[in-house]
């Protein structure tokens, strides 16, 4: 099979043997696959894959399932799902867990099936599991034309929460805001912690989803009502920060964070199981679904990691089989 390889911080081309799935696993026939941020990392040796995993990069997929593991008897071949998966979706085949497969919803084709499991996993775990956002309550995300914004703008919108998110240009806040946010705020040329203040009646934000760390960390304490939550998936200023105490313990704020990829696969199959039932249906009706940017062929993989780092994009970036 042909399969993208990452060789001296560059994708190349390749050819591997098609893998054989374990006892849990499933073997997908690949129609296409997610291209996100991890990627890049793994790319430029700055984020290894879990032990066990593939290096062929890539953490969603979606496509026909070709056999299935001993021990699976829930898929067949010939289902169409989509997958969450450590590693190996660049690829003519893939192996997923067969219980972190989740099938490709009502009316959706295989590209936008492919845009659902790394945003829609980490957007859901991170925000409504271990963020605990709720109804009336208010969301800041960065990056709101990202795959994890547009996202994180649908989903907290479908469950009645309000959201704030900050944007690199006029054209994007626009975007978000026909999206479902409340605010876009242009943070080249706006303070995102004076005007949280004024658009929350300085009260600040209940739950802040965020991708940057290091200098913003202290921004986000001034952000966080009484009581409020910041959720870490990523830092990409940096992972160290200044800390001041004092407003964690005025305000009783919660600091926590998560990474998804090394997870295991039961902690992830939870989270499936929350999707299917919670999110799914509103994806099956049309009420939510995936904002896809652009496509390209596997084989053009470096062109879309290219694409990616020039934040260029709106939503998600797909390579297709």
């Given at each position: 099979m042909i399969?993208?390889e990452?060789?001296?911080?560059?994708?190349k081309?390749g050819q591997?043997?098609v893998?054989t799935p374990?006892?849990?696993?499933v073997?997908?026939?690949v129609?296409?696959a997610?291209?996100?941020?991890?990627?890049?990392?793994?790319?430029?040796?700055l984020y290894?894959?879990?032990?066990g995993a593939?290096?062929?990069p890539?953490?969603e997929?979606?496509?026909?399932?070709?056999a299935?593991?001993?021990s699976v008897?829930f898929l067949?071949p010939?289902e169409k799902v989509?997958?969450?998966?450590?590693g190996?979706a660049?690829?003519e085949?893939?192996?997923a867990?067969a219980a972190?497969?989740?099938?490709?919803?009502?009316g959706?084709?295989?590209?936008?099936a492919a845009?659902l499991?790394?945003?829609f996993?980490?957007?859901w775990?991170?925000?409504?599991?271990?963020g605990h956002l709720?109804a009336?309550?208010t969301l800041l995300?960065?990056g709101?034309?990202?795959?994890?914004g547009t996202?994180a703008?649908?989903?907290?919108?479908a469950?009645n929460a309000?959201?704030?998110?900050t944007?690199?240009?006029?054209?994007k806040?626009?975007?978000?805001?026909?999206l479902g946010a409340?605010?876009?705020?242009n943070?080249?040329?706006?303070?995102f912690?004076?005007?949280?203040?004024?658009?929350?009646?300085?009260?600040?934000v209940d739950?802040?989803?965020?991708?940057?760390?290091?200098d913003?960390?202290?921004r986000?304490l001034?952000?966080?009502?009484?009581?409020g939550?910041?959720?870490?998936?990523?830092?990409?200023n940096g992972?160290?920060?200044e800390?001041?105490l004092?407003?964690?313990?005025?305000k009783?704020?919660?600091?926590?964070?998560?990474t998804?990829r090394?997870?295991?696969?039961?902690f992830k199959?939870?989270?499936a199981g929350r999707?299917?039932e919670?999110?799914w249906?509103l994806?099956?009706?049309g009420?939510?679904?995936?904002?896809?940017?652009s496509t390209f062929?596997l084989?053009?993989?470096?062109?879309?990691h290219q694409l990616?780092?020039?934040?260029?994009?709106?939503?998600?970036?797909?390579l297709t089989v």
């Amino acid at each position: 099979m042909i399969a993208i390889e990452i060789d001296n911080g560059a994708l190349k081309p390749g050819q591997r043997a098609v893998p054989t799935p374990a006892a849990k696993q499933v073997l997908i026939k690949v129609a296409a696959a997610g291209v996100n941020r991890p990627d890049l990392m793994q790319r430029q040796g700055l984020y290894p894959p879990p032990p066990g995993a593939s290096d062929i990069p890539g953490l969603e997929v979606a496509g026909t399932v070709q056999a299935v593991g001993d021990s699976v008897s829930f898929l067949k071949p010939g289902e169409k799902v989509c997958a969450l998966v450590t590693g190996g979706a660049y690829a003519e085949y893939c192996l997923a867990s067969a219980a972190l497969c989740l099938p490709v919803p009502e009316g959706f084709s295989f590209i936008q099936a492919a845009a659902l499991p790394e945003t829609f996993f980490t957007v859901w775990s991170n925000v409504f599991d271990r963020g605990h956002l709720q109804a009336g309550e208010t969301l800041l995300v960065h990056g709101g034309t990202s795959g994890i914004g547009t996202t994180a703008i649908q989903l907290a919108k479908a469950f009645n929460a309000k959201i704030i998110v900050t944007a690199g240009s006029k054209a994007k806040c626009e975007f978000c805001l026909q999206l479902g946010a409340d605010a876009a705020i242009n943070y080249k040329e706006q303070d995102f912690v004076e005007e949280i203040k004024r658009l929350n009646d300085s009260k600040g934000v209940d739950v802040i989803l965020d991708m940057i760390g290091g200098d913003y960390f202290p921004r986000h304490l001034k952000c966080l009502a009484d009581e409020g939550r910041l959720v870490q998936i990523a830092v990409q200023n940096g992972p160290k920060t200044e800390l001041n105490l004092l407003p964690v313990m005025l305000k009783r704020l919660t600091i926590t964070g998560s990474t998804l990829r090394a997870r295991d696969d039961a902690f992830k199959a939870a989270i499936a199981g929350r999707l299917l039932e919670k999110v799914w249906p509103l994806l099956s009706s049309g009420r939510i679904k995936p904002v896809i940017h652009s496509t390209f062929a596997l084989t053009e993989a470096a062109l879309a990691h290219q694409l990616m780092e020039s934040s260029q994009h709106i939503g998600k970036i797909i390579l297709t089989v």
